[in-house]
């Protein structure tokens, strides 16, 4: 069967599932929602910052320092200057402009209105056509374990540089987080649920382990497909690699989509990782190759082409 209305839910991380967003971002005839990822959030400096999901805006709205996948290009650190004279730790690179969505954000949360409307709103007013919206407006935070005891993710992935061996991982909070109405709406709405090539472990699962999260996408199994975040076994970008070996994962496609299969159809690889495809069949599952590896908006819209045309049953 062909997806007649484009109904698309891309669930999505910072970096990696901002390139794709970015590709369906740019396709005409479908209507786009995007379900970020709020466990890498953090309070600095009285604020809350979100980096996946101001990734993901920065991206869209074309505002974003392409260089590095993040942040917004032209920004100064002036703030953060006078913040590091005055004796705060200013590890975690906040420019001028982040700042200013943070205190707005900060500003809305004040008025008591609900994060997944303000990210939304936000988005909006940056002139996204898309829907940014949250999985839950609960707090859900990453933690990692090392060997001196439990770090944020942050502490781990900015301050630490990912030096830190992992021995657990955790997701503070999620077990009774509570999925929102508008991401519930998305998922049952959705023609094509695809999950972005977002690291499983820190972009992924604190989405989809949300309870009422998991049960809607496991009903909804038949139109969900995943793209792999891994290239012959290394990431584009990132620690999902090395945090997949220890925790105990092998750092391959195959094993790495496994981690979707109770919600999960199809599994979405590079063409360059076609010898993996016998294990996909011999669990009976539907492994698809194309190039997945993206760097031009060209590479991203082809992409995004592809998966909204797969057919599935
Ligand atoms: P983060 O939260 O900013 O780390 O971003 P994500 O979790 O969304 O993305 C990180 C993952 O994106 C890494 O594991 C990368 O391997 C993957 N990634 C980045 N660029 C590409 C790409 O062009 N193709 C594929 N297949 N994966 C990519």
Partial sequence: MKISCKNIVLIAGGVGGAKLAEGLHSLKDIKLTIIGNIADDEEFHGLRVSPDIDTLTYTLSGMVN???????????????????????????????????????????????DRPTIIANDIAKKLGIT????????????TEVKTKSGWISFQEYFVKNRCSPKIVKLKYAGINSAKITKEAKKALIDATLIIIAPSNPLV?????????????????????????????????????ATKMLKQLGFKANSFSCMQIYKDICKSF??????????????????????????????????????????????
Avoid: C
Wanted: glycine content about 6%.
């Fill in 203 to 239: 972009s992924i699962k604190p989405i989809i382990e949300i309870p009422g999260f998991k049960s809607i996408i496991q009903k909804n199994k038949k139109k969900v497909i995943a793209v792999s975040p891994l290239i012959q076994g290394k990431a584009v970008k990132g620690p």
């Fill in 130 to 141: 898309a829907d940014i919206i949250l999985p839950t407006d609960d707090k859900i935070r």
């Fill in 66 to 112: 392409r260089k590095q996948g993040w942040g917004v290009k032209n920004d100064n650190y002036k703030a953060l200057s006078i913040l590091n004279k005055l004796g705060e730790e200013t590890w975690m690179s906040l420019g001028d402009f982040d700042f200013g969505l943070h205190i707005y954000r900060h500003l809305r949360l004040l008025k008591n």
């Fill in 268 to 313: 979405i690889l590079d063409k360059s990782d076609e010898g993996l495809e016998k294990q996909f069949s011999a669990l009976n599952q539907n492994s698809i190759f194309t190039d997945t590896f993206m760097t031009s908006l060209a590479d991203k819209k082809k992409l995004a082409k592809f998966l909204i045309n797969l057919p599935i049953d």
